[in-house]
Each structure stands twice: as C-alpha cells, then as structure tokens.
C-alpha cells in the first residue's frame, strides 16, 4: 500500500500532508479501495456546525472491501480463525472464499426475512464467528447493525432495541464463556416481552450450545433451518458514502447510553489506515484482538480493520482464565500469534499469576503487543513488556473511544519510539489540544488539559441515534469548534501524549465505560432506596473499581446489599455491579442540591484531608458520618 507508514520519516511526512492538504491526502488513501462511484468532495462540513461529511458523493460497500477485493489475491488464505471457550474443540477457520461465501448466505438470509437497506438488525450473541458473519452480512445489505455486548441485561438489551427501533434480532441459544454459560435466547426472550421491544418482528436463533429454549411461533427462526437453503449470490447494496453503517451503544455522564453512529466510508478508510499502520501486520502474520465483537474494539479491530487490510483475525470465545490463566499464552503457541491487542485489565489479571505460567509457554511468534481501553499503569507495561514479550516486541498502547471510530493516537508498531504509559504520538489527521481551565489551548511543547480535536478525522461519530441536541451537547458544547474527548492528558517535552482518564462522571471498570449515573438509577430503582451516589476508586487488577454510597430507610440492614447488586445486574449488567457499598445516613450535597462527588470520591480513597470548600454544604457534618464507615 503506497500510504503505509515505515519509518519516523514517512510518519513526518505523512502528518505534515495530512495538516496542509486533508483533502489531498485522504483522497489519495480512499483511492485504494473498490468505489461504485467517486466522492465529489473529501472533506465537507465542520465540527462548529457539526454536520461534517467524508468522501461525500461516492457510493460503496464495505464488504466488498472487507472480502471481495481479496478473492483474486487471497481467496484461500485464513481470514476468520475461531478457538472456541472449550480447549478441546477443535478451532475452525474461513478462508478470504469461505467467509465470503457465508457472509453472502447470511445477508441473503436476513434479506429472506425483511431486513432491507436501512432497517437496524440488533446481534446479541456470544463471541461465535456467526457474529462476526452477522455484522457483515447486515453490511452486505446495507442494514445498520446494532452489537449489543452479551453480558447486558435483558432491560439493557430492550433499552437498546427500542432506542434505534430495531426489525430484527440475531442471537444464539445461549453462549460458552469460562465456565459459565449464558442463556441468551432466554435473555432475550424477557427483553422481547418489554413494549419497547414491540418494533421486533422476528428472532434468528444460531444454536451454540444446544439449550433447551422456547422458540415463539410466527417469531422466531433456527438459523440451521434456513441458512442452507439460502443463495451464496449476493449482490453488495450500494451505499451512500454518509449511509449508517453500524450503532453502539455507549454510557456517557449522564442519562441512558448514548447510540454511537458511524456511517460508511469515513469509518472504513479510518478503520483500515489505522489497523495498517499501527499494528504493521505482515502478510503471513496471525493477528489476535482479544476484545469483544460487543464493543468497538472489537467491531474496528477484530471485524472491520483487519479484513480490510486482508489480514487473519482471531476470534475467541472465552476468558483469559478459563480453564486456567495460561490459556492467553497456551493460544498464542498454538496458532502462533503475531500481534496480541488486549486490555491492561487482563494482562494485570494475567501479572497476578505469575510470570511462571507465561514462561512455560513457547511465545516466540510474538512480534507486536496492543494495549487499549483504559490506562496501562507503569507495572503493567513493563511486566507486558518483558515477561510476555521478553522485550522484542514493542507496545503499542493506543488510545481512542467507541465515538472516535479508530486509534487516534498510538505508537505505530516497531517505528515510534515507546515509553511506558505514553500512548506517543497522534496518527496523521489527528490535532490533539490540551485545554486549560479557562477553555484555551495550553501551547504547544510540555502541559496538561482535557483532551480535545481540533479537526474532524474520517472515522469520527456522526451523531447519537436520534439525539442531535445531545450530540452537540455532550463533544462540542465544553470547547466550541472542537470534539471534546472527556478525558484529561498530559503531554511531555517529546510531545508525546499520555492520558490520564476521564474528567466526567464516566467510570472505566476493567476497561469497560460505565456512566455513574446509569448505575445512580439502577441503584435507586429499588424500592427502600433513597438516593444513591456512585463514584469510582483506584482497583489493583480492574483500574477503576465502582463505589456505592445508598441512602435507604433500611440504614444497618446490610441484607439491603446483595439486593442493590441483584438490583443492578437487573437493571444493567454484573459488569455494572458495585465492588463497595457503603449505606449511609445522607450525602454531601450543596445547598442548591449537587452531591459534592470530588468528597465522596476522596473517601473512597482513604483521603480524609484537604476536602476543599465545604462551607456551601447543605450540612457538613454529614462528612464526618460517611466517613466514619467508609469502606
Ligand atoms: O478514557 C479513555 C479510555 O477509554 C475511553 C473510551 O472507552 P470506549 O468508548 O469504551 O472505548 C474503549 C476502546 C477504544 C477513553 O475515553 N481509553 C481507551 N484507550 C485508552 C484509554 N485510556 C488510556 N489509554 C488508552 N490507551
């Protein structure tokens, strides 16, 4: 590819091009790919006007990038390799012919079904290949996809259902993960009796595990009845370079979670740059994401980014520690993985048991090591560094958001320099600034801030599903004219950047976003529940851990407890449940009525000093009390 980084030199270069001349640049990259027809502009639009465009005018398919493009070339190379939850069940691949072939079948099938061009097809599924087919079948056709990550709830599921009003869902009987499984269909099952979920029409079932489960008549369709007898011809839709290609649903500060839209071509250019120049994968090489599909990570860099680029991706279905914590390592050997992207939450769980597990292992195909969804702390990266890659292998701690699309800053493999907790560099087409308390950019050179982009990149969100006012609202509201991340970073006399977390009421839990006040709400839900304030605190293996603190009428009936987290897996998700609940008699709240988190979130850190003002407290004496049993 004339546009892949290979030296410091090229990344000058490009950077320089990509800051004078986008249009020129970007065009030059989007030349690459299959078009039905050319854009008539690159860029247009403006992040003050919040109606930016990539590539507008031109018409495409994204699966004709991500799998026809490479029949000629690399028809029977592995794109898709599958190692299932169970070590003793064989892996299966897909080659570049066979995933093309099964993804035409599907979107022929979901076609048979009604889905038609812009229809929202909701996939709550575990991490089988199906999934995988399912998100680019849904392309094929030009339906929007909506991934909902398998350990919501089923009010999370309808929530989320209802909010983009989808025609169909796609699950499976029930998921393996560990040694747990999942009853999805039955999840599912109670989602579809909410009213919300009415806008469903039918169920396509992929049997994973043989479950025993109730297929509603008229509703619901097995997957092996009618995949058979479905065409393997598909003709790709033709879409519009700004059509919706996919929505996911995100936590923001406040509020239920946010429908994240990312439309077709600027997402795809996005998607394929990034993975290329940042993870530097070679031909022959096994790349293995350990995400899942149910996030971004997963869609960018599992699905999208590396079939694009004509990669192997790797998918898996189970954890890290099932059956026992060698098992990262124990695949790395067996399909000799090259680039491993994971999260610091698992390679801290991983630290935890010893480097003698990872040492047992033969890791020599190890070539490039990923970081990605919350900050890698200092021990984390060196023991990532040297235990799993024996120092040959280089870190690419890249840093982005499910709005962002992609990596927007990150070492690119084997050519940035690399220092530890620094995610480096800002890739080409992105400006990151700092902003001081004031709103202006600290000036360029050492300095800290909230993390802003200057300039629109083409994988930037276009909007919340149906809620442009809080679109505009939530990024471009804090600094006008420029995307607000919500996350603070520091930037050091190498300009290199390192982020620090979020700034707003969003918690990162073993790498996954949770907004303080879905939980609130969860929590306050429960009928002897007052009020209830989350917060977060410093968790050795999750990063951040969730801190409860209720006000009930139950106050020193500590039953209420396993009640309030029955109450959240209810309400969200166990991934939502919190580590510490404290009951306490009231909140600092100010006279006009604001809980005063930055006390409740030193408390929670055993910081009982320097509290700040507390003289507009409604009653200050209540710190005292909190205090007093914290835990
Ligand atoms: O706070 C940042 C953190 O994860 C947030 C985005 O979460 P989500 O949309 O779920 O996407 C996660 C996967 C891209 C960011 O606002 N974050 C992500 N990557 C990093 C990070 N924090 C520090 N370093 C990173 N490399």
Request: proline letters at 4%; glycine letters at 8%.
């Amino acid at each position: 590819m004339s546009w892949k980084i290979q030296s410091m030199e090229d990344y000058a270069v490009a950077y320089q091009k990509s800051k004078k001349n986008p249009n020129d640049f970007w065009a030059d990259i989007a030349k690459t790919f299959t078009w039905k027809r050319e854009w008539d502009s690159v860029l247009s639009g403006s992040i003050e006007n919040t109606d930016v465009k990539w590539f507008d005018g031109a018409e495409l398919n994204i699966t004709e990038n991500c799998l026809d493009r490479h029949l000629k070339e690399r028809g029977d190379k592995v794109a898709l390799l599958f190692e299932a939850n169970d070590p003793n069940e064989a892996a299966r691949t897909y080659t570049y012919k066979e995933l093309h072939e099964t993804v035409c079948k599907t979107a022929n099938m979901i076609k048979d079904l009604g889905i038609k061009k812009g229809d929202r097809v909701c996939l709550y599924m575990s991490m089988v290949p199906e999934l995988l087919i399912s998100v680019l079948a849904c392309a094929r056709i030009g339906a929007v996809h909506s991934v909902v990550f398998g350990g919501f709830s089923a009010e999370a599921l309808a929530g989320r259902i209802e909010d983009c009003e989808c025609k169909l869902l796609i699950t499976n009987d029930a998921g393996f993960r560990g040694a747990k499984t999942i009853p999805l269909k039955n999840i599912s099952d109670e989602a579809l009796e909410k009213p919300g979920s009415k806008c469903i029409e039918k169920v396509l079932v992929h049997k994973r595990v043989g479950e025993n489960v109730s297929m509603k008549e008229g509703r619901d369709i097995w997957w092996h009845d009618v995949y058979d007898a479905a065409s393997s011809d598909c003709v790709a839709e033709v879409m519009q370079a700004e059509d919706p290609l996919f929505i996911l649903y995100t936590s923001g500060s406040t509020g239920k979670p946010k429908g994240i839209l990312h439309s077709t071509a600027g997402y795809m250019v996005w998607a394929a740059y990034t993975f290329a120049n940042v993870f530097q994968v070679e031909e022959n090489d096994t790349y293995w994401c350990t995400a899942d599909i149910g996030w971004i990570t997963g869609h960018t860099y599992i699905t999208y980014g590396p079939l694009l680029n004509g990669a192997t991706t790797t998918m898996f279905e189970g954890v890290p520690t099932y059956p026992d914590a060698g098992r990262f390592w124990e695949i790395v050997e067996k399909h000799s993985i090259s680039h491993l992207y994971t999260a610091p939450t698992a390679i801290r769980a991983l630290m935890a048991h010893g480097k003698e597990i990872v040492e047992s292992k033969n890791l020599k195909s190890l070539k490039v090591l990923g970081s990605v969804g919350e900050p890698i702390n200092e021990e984390a990266w060196n023991w990532y560094n040297e235990v799993v890659g024996k120092k040959n292998c280089p870190i690419v701690d890249s840093w982005w958001q499910t709005e962002t699309g992609g990596i927007l800053i990150s070492p690119l493999a084997g050519i940035t320099e690399t220092k530890p907790c620094y995610a480096t560099l800002p890739l080409p087409g992105v400006f990151p600034v700092l902003m001081d308390t004031e709103g202006n950019e600290v000036p360029f050179g050492k300095g800290e801030g909230n993390l802003c982009i200057k300039t629109p990149w083409p994988g930037m969100t276009r909007g919340i599903w149906g809620d442009m006012d809080r679109f505009k609202q939530t990024y471009f509201s804090a600094y006008p004219g420029y995307y607000f991340t919500g996350d603070g970073c520091k930037r050091d006399e190498d300009s290199f950047y390192r982020i620090t977390g979020r700034v707003d009421d969003v918690l990162n839990v073993s790498g996954h976003r949770i907004g303080t006040a879905e939980v609130e709400d969860a929590i306050g839900q429960h009928r002897d529940v007052i009020e209830a304030a989350i917060v977060g605190f410093d968790h050795d293996i999750k990063g951040q851990g969730i801190y409860a603190y209720v006000i009930t009428n139950r106050l020193g009936d500590e039953s209420i407890k396993a009640e309030i987290l029955a109450a959240v897996t209810k309400h969200i998700g166990a991934i939502a449940k919190p580590d510490k609940i404290q009951l306490v008699p009231g909140l600092p709240k100010t006279r006009s009525g604001k809980i005063m988190r930055r006390i409740l979130r030193k408390i929670a850190a055993h910081e009982f000093s320097n509290f700040g003002d507390t003289s507009t407290l409604l009653d200050p004496s209540i710190v005292d009390k909190i205090k007093e049993g914290v835990l």
